[in-house]
């Protein structure tokens, strides 16, 4: 039976933990109607999870018995960071989530010369974040950076040990004989619908790996997902 996991600001080394969250306790008792000694899983967004059961939940604050606290494993040892060109709400919103469930530890949306959507809505995304982090078992939070454009982008991922620009006509990763281990911090760069700009693609080729997924034209959403599907897949 799996058991409802939730990230919050828990102190897990109490034996009692409690929650005044308007979120969180309405989840628990309108939603999924919990009772007193039912149990869940708390997370603090630093690795610590604890299986706990319910010892009260009213309107204004849930108790919990911590029963046993652990060490979440699933995370990859390599950091992913997601630079990925800010799309139409509903494209954003599935690629926000589908990273979170592939292992990204952070998302950059960039403003590239292509780029028609500006703008995103803040909170909706860190919810559909936290609640894909919850569904998969992650032992962090995802971290949703402030907007930047193309130039900001290529100034941050100068801190990473490993850039993949992906490209239409790009090299396969099999093809570019890389050993992902040997990276503590990867980059990968999704472009708009309407692809990168020639500027961009000079920056890119000056400064990154160029990498492809298919033959095919894909969305730009599809490559995200199929990029990091990818990528996650060389550091399990």
Known sequence: MRINRFFGDFNLFEKTVRSSDAELVNQLKNVLRLKKSDEIILCDGKLNEARSAVEDLNNNEAVFKVLETTRNANEFRQDVVLYCSLLKRENFELVAQKSTELGV???VPVVAAKTVKLGFK????????KEAAEQSGR??????SEQTDFGGAIESAGGNDLNLFFELGGKTLGNLNLDFFKYKKIGIFIGPEGGWSEEELNLANNNFKIAGLS???????????????????QLQ
């Open 122 to 129: 803040t909170d909706r995304l860190r919810k559909i974040i």
């Open 215 to 233: 033959r095919f034209t894909l969305r730009a959403e599809t490559a995200a997902i199929a990029a990091l599907t990818e990528v996650t897949q």
């Open 139 to 144: 032992g962090i939070l995802p971290v949703l």
């Open 105 to 107: 530890k952070e998302i």
